[in-house]
């Protein structure tokens, strides 16, 4: 039963492999229009890939496994793994001249919606090789919200588990079918997409580039098309457009399928909704004021630039519009905290996430509550509904967990020879998905090319870990997960 269900995962991921290696052949034909020779490195890489990966599902189909706990975990690793194995393919063979070290932080940085690049000189970059990096980012997203909504749940490790209070729904699911599920989430994802590209092309974007940005918006990814990301583009229009769909892009999935497909005004009540509007609000207004009376900016070109920094370091995109290191210590330690808060669960960010905030929140009050009255019945509640205690468990145990390996991780990048400062917001930065972190080597006009393999290595690491939600990866150190 054991070898099944290792075999079930292998071949589940071969498949994945397998499509992936098939979205090669679009950055192929974008080159060989555009006459460059990368298109062969993009077609090679799909056959082989493909070849690999065809051979691998057919040497392990047979009877599925059933469905367990265990062949989740498995499945959900080894997905992750496989697609930042073969993504990682065409950009070691491309002609940017990447080590294998190099290939994989990309791809790993793509897959996961990190943001995170080692590449310079992006603006004259081939056109195939911006498109795949964007590609593996906007199929991240959409893998990143299935896992979320799929498959965390069931596992009991995070990710939708607080569906009923996410959707204020009786329901286990918001639609009774899950292909009608399958289909009002890929609309929604698409019709985002497209729109965000259009508009970013009607204040002045090229048609590249817009659909480039576009990609990596909705996914929460970062990934730019030129080397000072949206500094390039100063355009208020542009800016403002970001900032909307990056914001809505960070809210649950779920809540907009119910309210664009059921008209569920309802659903826009979810607690963590208010509590990640809330600290966007706050944090916006704080930097802009402390922007304007510290360095005499403008108040409007201080709060365009505040608000899209701060969604963008708050929903773990990781694009910038400005070196914020030069802002002052304020801005810099407040956007320093948003790298730890994270979006709505249920959408394609990163970080510790709304709700958790909401329920860490709700467990404070009712503990110093319950020291004030020690015989009152104190319930933790997440709006109006009452989060059962091996809720509240999990929820503790991914926020130690979480704040030790970022601990941990500043701990072993320093041991690489990096300083303290980028020790610690690389750590964080690569664990939350963010992308930018501070300082002068990899701040929001810095590049992580400078680190050593050893650095690289931790920073892949951490940042699938932050994409599996910690424990999802973490399982999988125990011994006993392996007994059989």
Same mark, same amino acid.
């Given at each position: ?104 932080? !990309? ?38 919200? =299935? ?18 209070? !996410? ?16 289909? =009002? ?87 963590? +909704?208010?509590?990640? =509007? ?93 020291? +004030? ?38 701990? =072993? ?7 303290? !400062? ?63």
């Amino acid at each position: 039963m054991y070898g099944q269900t290792i075999r079930s995962a292998i071949s589940i991921a071969a498949t994945a492999g397998l499509y992936l290696s098939f979205a090669m052949l679009l950055p192929a034909a974008l080159d060989f229009y555009f006459g460059n020779p990368d298109w062969q490195v993009f077609a090679a890489s799909s056959f082989v890939v493909g070849s690999i990966c065809l051979g691998t599902a057919m040497a392990t189909r047979g009877a599925p496994a059933p469905f367990s706990r265990r062949l989740g975990f498995l499945v959900v690793n080894l997905l992750w793994i496989t697609l930042s194995v073969t993504g990682a393919v065409p950009l070691y063979m491309s002609s940017l001249g990447l080590d294998m070290a190099d290939a994989l932080f !990309e791809s790993v940085s793509a897959v996961t919606t990190t943001g995170a690049t080692v590449i310079m000189g992006l603006d004259e970059a081939p056109p195939g090789l911006l498109l795949w990096r964007s590609l593996l980012q906007w199929m991240g997203g959409i893998g990143i919200v =299935a896992l979320g909504l799929l498959v965390l749940p069931f596992l009991k490790v995070g990710g939708f588990t607080v569906f009923k209070m !996410e959707s204020s729904d009786t329901s286990e699911r918001p639609f009774a079918r899950f292909s009608m599920f399958i289909r =009002a989430f890929f609309a929604i994802y698409i019709g985002l997409t497209a729109s965000c590209a259009l508009l970013y092309g009607v204040f002045g974007m090229g048609e590249l580039d817009a659909i480039n940005h576009a990609m990596t918006t909705i996914a929460t990814g970062g990934f730019s098309t030129r080397d000072a990301s949206f500094g390039a583009f100063q355009s208020p229009g542009l800016l403002w457009t970001a900032t909307i769909f990056m914001a809505l892009a960070g809210l649950p999935f779920s809540v907009m399928i119910l309210f664009a497909v059921r008209g569920r005004l309802d659903a826009l009540r979810d607690p963590q +909704i208010a509590a990640y =509007a809330g600290l966007i609000l706050v944090l916006t207004v704080l930097i802009a004021l402390s922007v304007r009376l510290g360095n005499g900016e403008d108040f409007a070109h201080a709060l365009t630039h505040a608000a899209f920094n701060v969604v963008s370091i708050v929903t773990t995109t990781g694009f910038v519009s400005a070196d914020y290191a030069l802002w002052g210590p304020l801005p810099v330690a407040l956007l320093f905290l948003a790298t730890f808060l994270g979006g709505c669960s249920g959408s394609t960010s990163g970080g510790i996430k709304a709700y958790r905030l909401v329920i860490i929140a709700s467990s404070v009050r009712s503990g110093l509550m319950k020291l +004030i009255y020690p015989h009152a019945i104190q319930p933790v509640r997440y709006g109006a509904v009452t989060v059962e205690p091996d809720m509240q468990r999990t929820v503790f145990l991914f926020v130690c967990a979480y704040m030790g390996i970022w601990a941990l991780g500043a701990v =072993a990048l320093s041991a690489t020879g990096l300083d303290i !400062e980028t020790a610690l917001s690389g750590s964080i930065t690569a664990l939350a998905n963010v992308g930018p972190g501070i300082g002068p080597v990899i701040g929001p006009s810095g590049n992580f090319s400078s680190i050593g393999d050893a650095g690289k290595m931790i920073m892949v690491f951490l940042m699938l870990l932050g994409r599996l939600e910690i424990l999802a990866v973490l399982v999988l150190l125990a011994p006993a997960f392996w007994r059989d």
